[in-house]
């Protein structure tokens, strides 16, 4: 058999045997099986999943012409307050359409809607795989916006005045 070369990030390597990949294994290659936050409870929901380009997707027309300005932005901002809630919503929802292999985004639409966080964990994780989802969620679990606050409102003041 003869030698077969390969290039590896910057560098030329040798083989003794390299084979083809088979279908079945390319298929389960790209795909991983990850935890979504509980949409009611505490137990994760487990998804098989898979990591995309954002890039890609706008490449292939996935991504509509009125939405690659809010793509980009997204991509490359972590500043989300730049983009319109609308434009997130769709970019989310293009997102996790592809990103989910099984269940697929239309089981979820029909039998238990993805939250908002379940959809931003997959946005996350298709940008920068478990890593990044772990982060993620830390940043949530240590956010003070979910938690109650003593006062929301200062007093108030009666109105005791005649109207016209």
């Not at 027309?61 to 730049?82: C, E, H, M, R, Y």
């Not at 319109?84 to 989310?92: D, H, I, K, R, V």
Request: with cysteine; charged share 30%; aromatic share 6%.
């Amino acid at each position: 058999m003869d030698k077969i070369l390969y290039v590896e990030m910057g560098g030329l390597f040798k083989m003794d045997e390299f084979k083809v990949i088979s279908l079945a294994e390319l298929k389960n290659q790209g795909s991983e099986i990850i935890g979504l936050s509980p949409s009611t409870g505490i137990n994760k929901i487990g998804v098989r999943v898979r990591r995309l380009s954002i890039l890609g997707l706008c490449s292939h027309g996935k991504i509509p012409n009125q939405l690659v300005g809010a793509a980009k932005k997204l991509f490359d901002s972590k500043d989300t307050g730049a983009i319109e809630l609308n434009e997130q919503g769709e970019l989310l929802d293009i997102i996790a359409k592809e990103v989910l292999i099984e269940p697929t985004f239309e089981d979820f639409e029909e039998l238990a809607p993805l939250t908002d966080e379940q959809k931003w964990e997959l946005y996350i994780y298709s940008q920068r795989g478990v890593e990044g989802l772990e982060k993620f969620r830390d940043v949530i679990a240590n956010s003070d916006s979910d938690k109650p606050s003593e006062q929301v409102q200062g007093e108030t003041e009666s109105d005791t005045g005649d109207k016209e």
